[in-house]
């Protein structure tokens, strides 16, 4: 399986520093060029430390950068007049789409419209649940990840937050 993933998912796990969670994944793990430039080199100029863990998160491998082509697309097309959707979006849906792979993302709006168009999605939360089940974070561990992103900014709703601890409590 092949993950695509957004800024947000990645920038709440470098704030948390927690990026290591993403390896736990099955390769490939893809950041479009735009979700690049927005939470990199933007995120660089901008001063934000968050930004070079993600930078040294693609130059360790961990993650590749990929061109995404949204002009002949009729998925890119359709997404582009959304207007709940960034540039980013677009194109984390555009090459999921393309790929055949799930994006990674946590805004509503681009779940809303993944849904729309058949593309799978996972939040920042299942990366976590995921790395606990499947053995590489402990269950203290990854209420710690969770803790350590609501921190750092990251929103997570009351009710999804009870999910979530929850499930990580059902863990073996």
Same mark, same amino acid.
């Given at each position: 399986?092949s993950?695509?993933?957004?800024?947000?998912?990645?920038? &709440?796990?470098?704030k #948390?520093?927690r990026?290591?969670?993403?390896?736990?994944?099955? @390769?490939?793990r893809? +950041?479009? @060029? =735009?979700?690049?430039?927005e939470?990199?080199?933007?995120? %660089?100029?901008?001063g934000?430390?968050d930004a070079? =863990?993600?930078?040294?998160?693609?130059?360790?491998?961990?993650v590749?950068?990929?061109a995404v082509?949204t002009d002949? &697309?009729?998925v890119?097309t =359709?997404?582009? =007049?959304?207007p709940?959707?960034s540039?980013a979006?677009?194109?984390?849906?555009t090459?999921?789409?393309a790929?055949?792979?799930?994006?990674?993302?946590?805004?509503?709006?681009?779940r &809303? #419209?993944a849904?729309?168009?058949?593309?799978e999605?996972?939040?920042?939360? $299942?990366?976590?649940l995921?790395a606990?089940?499947g053995?590489?974070?402990s269950?203290?561990?990854?209420?710690?990840? %969770?803790? #350590?992103m %609501?921190?750092?900014g990251w929103?997570?709703?009351p009710d +999804? $937050?009870?999910?979530?601890v929850?499930?990580?409590? &059902?863990?073996?």
């Amino acid at each position: 399986m092949s993950w695509v993933f957004d800024a947000t998912p990645l920038t &709440s796990l470098a704030k #948390a520093e927690r990026l290591g969670v993403v390896e736990t994944l099955s @390769e490939p793990r893809l +950041v479009p @060029e =735009r979700v690049y430039r927005e939470a990199v080199t933007e995120g %660089i100029e901008a001063g934000y430390d968050d930004a070079r =863990r993600i930078e040294r998160t693609v130059e360790d491998g961990l993650v590749d950068v990929v061109a995404v082509d949204t002009d002949d &697309s009729p998925v890119a097309t =359709r997404l582009g =007049r959304h207007p709940g959707l960034s540039d980013a979006d677009v194109a984390v849906l555009t090459c999921a789409d393309a790929r055949d792979a799930v994006a990674v993302m946590d805004e509503s709006a681009g779940r &809303s #419209a993944a849904e729309v168009e058949g593309v799978e999605t996972r939040g920042t939360a $299942y990366l976590v649940l995921a790395a606990v089940k499947g053995g590489q974070l402990s269950k203290a561990g990854g209420r710690d990840a %969770i803790d #350590a992103m %609501i921190d750092h900014g990251w929103y997570v709703a009351p009710d +999804v $937050y009870t999910r979530v601890v929850g499930k990580l409590e &059902s863990f073996e």
